[in-house]
């Protein structure tokens, strides 16, 4: 089946670069503020009881979004805090995103919970810790656990959420990648990681075709954050990563890093994002920093 010429509305016409869409461009209505509000919109996030996910938690918290936290581990201050601190709806659940009947199960009681989902964001992922691939410590149950985190888990949530999407004629999904999805990181040699991330960016990209008669499908990809997950990296080491990022020059606490990275799913979960194309942020004279791709949906899809 085709779709004829007038369908298709065209996003922007850069030059050389001309983008359209099977469906017609959306209608923004309110103040450029406004737009970035989440109000008593229902957030689902995974991983939010480490770094990142616990800063994402909190920014959609700050926008109005209630919270539905999805981690392996229970942190049993967070639900409290978040409520008391924004007034918002705050519920954790106890979930081994690798457990496709588990993640399934739980989406179904959070909407249940919470009554709707608008967006989701898989955020659980693990590290690479053996270093060099012929390293006796590189084994393919290493491999085998890096992917089915980062990868497998990634995949459970997005099939698993993209059905109550599909059901809902609407939706946002954003998936957590990394630079090292798109580049190789010098000086530590994880291959496992990069390789898995990489999937992530390459699946968000083949999502957004598949879901995008209903839902948003985005991806974002931090640079070097201090999440305490490189912990067992010796502290040499590690200086010479931050070396290359804007932290070596303006020390800050582990807490700011992470937090860096929510305007870059907050954004895209917004409605202002049902305009967006792909993007690219860098740091001038530095180390590529994160990139962030986004994918436009049906004006329904917000």
């Not at 919470?114 to 590189?138: K, P």
């Amino acid at each position: 089946m085709t779709v004829s010429e007038k369908q298709f509305t065209t996003i922007i016409k850069p030059e050389q670069d001309e983008a359209t869409v099977p469906f017609p461009a959306p209608k923004l209505t309110g103040t450029a503020a406004e737009r970035f509000l989440m109000t008593d919109k229902v957030t689902v996030i995974t991983g939010a009881a480490g770094s990142i996910g616990g800063a994402l938690a909190e920014a959609f918290a700050l926008a109005g979004s209630h919270v539905a936290i999805m981690d392996f581990k229970h942190n049993p201050t967070i639900d409290k805090t978040l409520h008391e601190k924004y007034g918002v709806k705050v519920k954790s659940y106890t979930v081994d995103v690798t457990n496709y009947g588990l993640v399934k199960e739980t989406v179904r009681q959070i909407e249940e919970d919470f009554g709707t989902i608008d967006t989701f964001i898989a955020n659980a992922g693990v590290v690479w810790t053996t270093g060099l691939i012929l390293n006796d410590a590189s084994t393919l149950d290493e491999w085998r656990r890096v992917f089915d985190v980062n990868v497998h888990g990634v995949f459970n949530c997005a099939k698993s959420v993209g059905e109550v999407f599909k059901r809902k004629g609407k939706g946002s999904l954003i998936m957590t990648a990394s630079m090292s999805g798109h580049i190789v990181n010098v000086p530590n040699y994880q291959t496992g990681y990069n390789a898995s991330k990489a999937a992530v960016v390459h699946m968000g990209k083949s999502l957004a075709v598949e879901f995008a008669g209903f839902a948003r499908v985005n991806t974002v990809s931090p640079g070097y954050t201090d999440t305490g997950l490189s912990d067992f990296v010796p502290t040499e080491q590690r200086a010479k990563w931050w070396g290359l990022t804007h932290w070596a020059e303006r020390p800050s606490p582990r807490s700011w890093s992470a937090r860096t990275c929510t305007w870059r799913a907050t954004w895209p979960a917004s409605p202002q994002a049902r305009i967006s194309r792909l993007m690219a942020a860098t740091v001038p004279s530095k180390l590529v920093m994160e990139w962030f791709e986004s994918y436009a949906g049906t004006d329904k899809a917000r």
